[in-house]
């Protein structure tokens, strides 16, 4: 196949001589589109080489100009959104209006992103001591590294490189496999806003190419978003070899309706929140908790509205509400979980294997009833749209079961009370919170604050704590009086 995808190192886009390759699928026709060549060592020593020289230059570019490239870029971004949203539903089976969100938030970062002058600035104080001021100066890394995921093929790498080049370092993404060409068509924009040469690489590859970027002694931060094991191994790996690292892991996100919840808003949020990009997101809603009585009404309308749901080609047709899952493995995969629920004493009452696609990676809506604290489904991350459904008594009961979940990304809590609302919020153990709010993901201003085993590390992506983990402080205290006299020990 002509249409590999190319790596990009220090300006040039080459396609690099290789027998071992990852298809790229067309999600929902089965058709490989593209081919990605798994890098290896040397692809990861060139990329290092041609991101050290860069950031000797780029870390010295005034704030000011480094701001006019982000503005720049920015700009192109915006003019390339329906061509970018394009190529994110085609690679990723995205519906239109999914993919346009996922290319808007990545879009958000950089506008963050844009206002480096005010967030690089330090802080000063004159006088701390007699004739001694003090200041303190945010300094970048140096040579940092991106992996991630195939659910967000814009948004993710977003929360990353923006970033991390506004504060002067350099950078090099390693997108996932299936799906380069998003990432591909991000770096071509960047180039032509005017980002110098080795500032952004981009190689392809799976695990070889992963621990070499963990373990290389000139990378100084590593960025990942995956599955929390493979999360856990690069915090683990990269920290080992004295690197600061933030790693986003897996989610098992609930949705808590209470009885007094508005009913069609609730549905609304429940629908887009269980089965918008095919459940394949680490902020999808997998648990419903409907509390107390209302629990038949609420899976009754859950079925009827499962079954108008329109699951199809989202290129072909433009009213398709969702799409195919990533590939044949993750279908391959969700249907033998849905298989092994026969004798677990969960109820599948909406099948999604009963599916009418001929061809495509297709999982229709699916819904489990009965579903307890102790059945693996209940804890277990499925990625694909199969929503589990829970009936405690009370909220007190709601927040003890969903406490027992290892992992903390998000939940949320449907209700009219404002004192149940402050109960919930406060006591439940995750790190975002919505109230009547379906995918409590936080903006580009406000870190992505997953807890537990949902991340690894200190400082999360996005907002202040993002531009905290790119950079690291300098403190300077300094006199020119030519009277020093020795005082107090010192």
């Not at 005010?118 to 104080?125: I, M, P, R, T, V």
């Not at 300094?139 to 790498?157: K, Q, Y």
């Not at 579903?371 to 709601?398: A, H, M, R, W, Y």
Request: glycine share 10%; net charge neutral; aromatic share 8%.
């Amino acid at each position: 196949m002509e249409n590999i995808a190319p790596i990009f190192i220090d300006g040039k886009w080459e396609k690099i001589k290789t027998d071992n390759f990852n298809k790229v699928y067309n999600p929902a026709s089965e058709e490989v589109i593209s081919m990605t060549p798994i890098c290896g060592k040397n692809e990861v020593e060139r990329a290092v080489e041609s991101s050290l020289k860069a950031f000797k230059v780029w870390s010295k570019f005034s704030y000011v100009k480094r701001a006019e490239i982000l503005f720049n870029y920015r700009e192109l971004i915006k003019i390339n959104k329906e061509k970018i949203a394009k190529i994110i539903s085609l690679e990723n089976g995205k519906t239109l209006p999914e993919a346009r969100g996922d290319i808007q938030r990545g879009f958000e970062v950089v506008d963050f992103a844009c206002g480096i002058l005010h967030l690089a600035k330090g802080e000063s104080l004159p006088e701390i001591a007699p004739n001694i001021d003090s200041r303190t100066n945010l300094e970048p890394l140096g040579v940092c590294a991106g992996i991630s995921p195939f659910n967000f093929p814009a948004m993710v790498p977003m929360w990353m490189f923006p970033i991390a080049i506004a504060c002067g370092n350099s950078f090099i993404l390693k997108p996932s496999e299936k799906v380069p060409l998003t990432a591909i068509k991000l770096a071509e924009l960047f180039q032509e806003a005017g980002l110098p040469d080795g500032v952004l690489n981009i190689i392809h590859g799976g695990k070889e190419v992963v621990d070499s970027l963990c373990i290389h002694p000139k990378i100084s931060a590593i960025s990942f978003v995956g599955s929390s094991h493979i999360a856990k191994h690069v915090y683990t790996l990269g920290a080992k070899h004295g690197k600061r690292v933030q790693a986003g892991g897996a989610a098992k996100n609930a949705l808590v309706v209470m009885p007094d919840a508005e009913p069609k808003s609730t549905m609304n949020s429940i629908m887009s929140s269980a089965f918008g990009c095919a459940g394949q997101r680490c902020m999808a809603g997998s648990l419903l908790v409907g509390v107390g009585k209302n629990i038949d009404s609420l899976k009754q309308t859950l079925i009827d509205r499962s079954n108008k749901l329109v699951v199809g080609d989202p290129i072909k047709n433009t009213s398709t509400e969702m799409g195919p899952v990533i590939d044949g493995n993750s279908k391959e995969r969700i249907f033998n979980i849905i298989d092994g629920l026969g004798g677990s004493g969960a109820k599948v009452i909406r099948d999604g294997r009963e599916i009418k696609n001929k061809e495509g990676f297709f999982v229709g809506p699916t819904l489990v009833d009965n579903v307890d604290p102790n059945q693996p489904i209940f804890s277990q991350e499925i990625f694909g749209p199969v929503l589990s459904i829970l009936n405690p008594k009370d909220i007190e009961e709601t927040v003890e079961i969903l406490n027992k979940l290892k992992y903390g990304n998000g939940a949320t809590l449907f209700t009219s009370s404002g004192n149940t609302a402050r109960f919930f919020s406060e006591n439940i153990k995750c790190g975002m919170v919505g109230i009547n709010v379906g995918v409590p993901a936080p903006m580009s201003i406000y870190p992505f604050t997953g807890w537990n085993d949902s991340f690894y590390g200190d400082l999360h992506m996005q907002g202040k704590e993002g531009v905290q983990f790119y950079t690291r402080q300098k403190v300077i205290l300094s006199r020119w009086d030519n009277l020093y006299e020795y005082k107090s020990g010192w």
